[in-house]
């Protein structure tokens, strides 16, 4: 099937999932299509096509996709699917924060090891990439503050927009993850909040 961000192609294993409890939610629309059949073929691009219009607002399921994909620790499949969405869909809050923490898991799963990471760190303390490396595997080993400090000097020195970007929503994935009552949360919203200021 040719492919829309906003579409994926439901199997028979996860039809009840993705469909039947979804229709709970909200509405879900299913369309079951062939290659040899003309109609199905005319009917498709019309569907793209408002599939994409209705960006984020007519995912087919796709966040539920991913979410499920990210709990059975397939982050790399997750962040595969989440590729897929248009810009305007990946900027929504709720497929954002999914995309942080996707990418985050992604990031420590394609590491190489710590002792590795922590070298070319104290060679270039301007090395950024694995300076996120070392905040994605500071949060898979649950050291949540070594994990925003990282991404907060990220932040705070970077001059790459979509680098500061990609921290800014890291760090907001770590703050969904502790819960807002998390001290930590807290103390670094703060300092969020002060560099914001003073931007």
């Given at each position: ?179 807002e009552s998390h001290p930590l949360v807290g103390r670094f919203s703060d300092i ?8």
């Amino acid at each position: 099937m040719s492919r829309s961000g906003h579409i994926y192609d439901i199997t028979p294993e996860d039809f009840n999932a993705m469909v039947l409890e979804n229709s709970f939610k909200g509405l879900v629309l299913v369309y079951f299509w062939s290659h040899n059949v003309g109609p199905c073929m005319k009917l498709l691009p019309n569907l793209i096509r408002l599939a994409d219009e209705f960006s984020g607002r007519f995912l087919l399921n796709l966040l539920d996709r991913a979410k499920k994909l990210l709990l059975q620790g397939q982050a790399i499949n997750a962040a595969a699917l989440l590729d897929s969405l248009s810009r305007e869909a990946l900027e929504t809050p709720e497929i954002g924060l999914v995309k942080a923490h996707v990418d985050l898991i992604r990031a420590a799963q394609l590491s190489p090891e710590r002792q590795v990471i922590v070298k070319r760190i104290a060679d270039d303390p301007r090395d950024f990439q694995s300076i996120y490396q070392l905040a994605a595997l500071n949060l898979v080993s649950d050291d949540y503050e070594s994990a925003c400090k990282s991404l907060m000097s990220i932040r705070n020195q970077s001059r790459d927009s979509s680098l500061v970007d990609q921290a800014t929503r890291s760090i907001i994935a770590v703050f969904a993850l502790l819960g807002e009552s998390h001290p930590l949360v807290g103390r670094f919203s703060d300092i969020l909040n002060q560099s914001d200021s003073t931007d």
